[in-house]
């Protein structure tokens, strides 16, 4: 969806190309000391993305410090060195990037209310619309393909760079400012001007499926676009009010990730307690739990793509290693270090790579993602409501 903080290109794209594993709670505690708490290790302040090599935060902070004595930008300073260290996914943030990057996580954002996806053909397809939002109002409907954004053709961009541009993400877009959007809907194309607003993100969408003919309960489909503030309840308790016997498709096909808290409680309804993830700090290991009381019979299959990051692939890895789900689609993105956020001088925030992540079985996603049982390129949905049938779960 055009929703939380979505930054693309060389530098966007380090910056946020996806809502990363942070815990909300002690986010400015970390930020403000340079260090995490050391407290519950099943809530970390940590952010997973794929990276070669780390960034010293000294070096990072000293610049900062060094370029605001000099009534330079801070800022500035703190990311030359990040982008000299090899820390492909070390981030800086200046006051109002941080600002917005934590309302995302919150679960609201600057956009126009749509949410993209690859179509079957290579185009990028308008993959769902949110009600009430700039595009719902300007008639944009599911289905539509987005050929031109303010005049430039992206039928063939990345979905990360079309989402971005929808945002305004590499111009800092504010609320009230103009997009023209070029759409095709069959043989017919048009332009609409969309102005951004603030919307509330729908992170959790659950419908069912079916009937089913065999006379089954109809299996739920659960879409999970990102892990924000609550998602992680949703999905829970969409699964407990699911009817007995029916199965869960589990949709994170797109999702960029999320809270680390929220991705943990989601595992959570389908698991009875146990391991979900690993993690290092600089090369302490750390683990991840899910709580206990988890729907651990019902059938589930889990479909992903290529657009599938960060906490998804946490959820994703843990439900295939612990036997609980069958997945299906593309392999996932590949983002699996963790980031430590602390203020610099000036007011920004950096998030340097300390460590890295594991799915129970120990497999590292960093780089390489996260391989399907069922590799399908086209009709993944329909391939994994097959599959979710012969599970038993329903269709």
């Not at 060195?81 to 990037?97: I, K, N």
């Not at 990028?124 to 053709?153: E, H, N």
Request: proline share 4%; net charge neutral; hydrophobic share 40%.
């Amino acid at each position: 969806m055009s929703g939380p903080p979505h930054r693309v290109g060389p530098r966007g794209l380090c910056r946020g190309a996806a809502l990363t594993l942070v815990f909300a709670s002690v986010l400015a505690t970390a930020a403000a000391t340079g260090s995490l708490p050391r407290g519950d290790e099943r809530s970390p302040a940590l952010k997973t993305r794929s990276v070669a090599s780390f960034a010293d935060r000294d070096a990072v902070a000293d610049a900062a410090a060094d370029a605001v004595a000099d009534g330079k930008s801070g800022t500035e300073a703190a990311e030359e060195v990040v982008s000299r260290s090899g820390d492909r996914w070390g981030a800086v943030y200046d006051e109002r990037e941080y600002q917005e990057f934590e309302q995302a996580l919150d679960g609201s954002y600057t956009g126009v209310g749509i949410a993209a996806r690859r179509s079957a053909d290579g185009l990028v397809a308008i993959a769902r619309v949110q009600p009430g939002s700039p595009a719902d109002r300007a008639g944009i409907r599911a289905g539509d393909l987005i050929r031109t954004i303010d005049g430039r053709r992206v039928d063939r961009r990345p979905v990360s760079d079309v989402v971005a541009l929808l945002r305004g993400d590499r111009t800092g877009a504010a609320v009230g400012s103009a997009v023209v959007l070029g759409v095709q809907r069959g043989s017919t194309g048009r332009t609409a001007t969309l102005h951004r607003a603030r919307l509330a993100t729908e992170a959790v969408t659950v419908r069912r499926l079916g009937p089913d003919r065999s006379g089954s309960p109809a299996a739920v489909l659960i879409e999970v676009g990102s892990f924000t503030k609550g998602s992680g309840a949703e999905v829970r308790d969409a699964v407990r009010e699911a009817p007995a016997g029916a199965g869960v498709l589990l949709d994170l096909r797109g999702n960029s990730g999320g809270l680390v808290t929220e991705a943990v409680t989601a595992a959570s309804a389908f698991l009875d307690g146990g391991l979900v993830a690993t993690y290092d700090v600089h090369g302490e290991q750390r683990v991840l739990y899910a709580d206990a009381g988890g729907d651990t019979e019902r059938p589930v299959v889990v479909l992903v793509d290529g657009g599938t990051m960060s906490a998804a692939e946490l959820l994703t890895g843990a439900l295939q290693d612990r036997g609980r789900a069958v997945t299906v689609g593309s392999r996932t993105f590949g983002k699996g270090s963790v980031q430590m956020p602390s203020k610099l001088a000036g007011g920004a925030v950096a998030e340097l790579t300390v460590g890295h992540y594991r799915t129970p079985a120990g497999r590292s996603v960093d780089d390489r993602g996260i391989t399907p049982d069922l590799a399908v390129s086209s009709r993944a949905q329909q391939r994994a409501e097959t599959v979710l049938s012969g599970l038993g779960g329903g269709s």
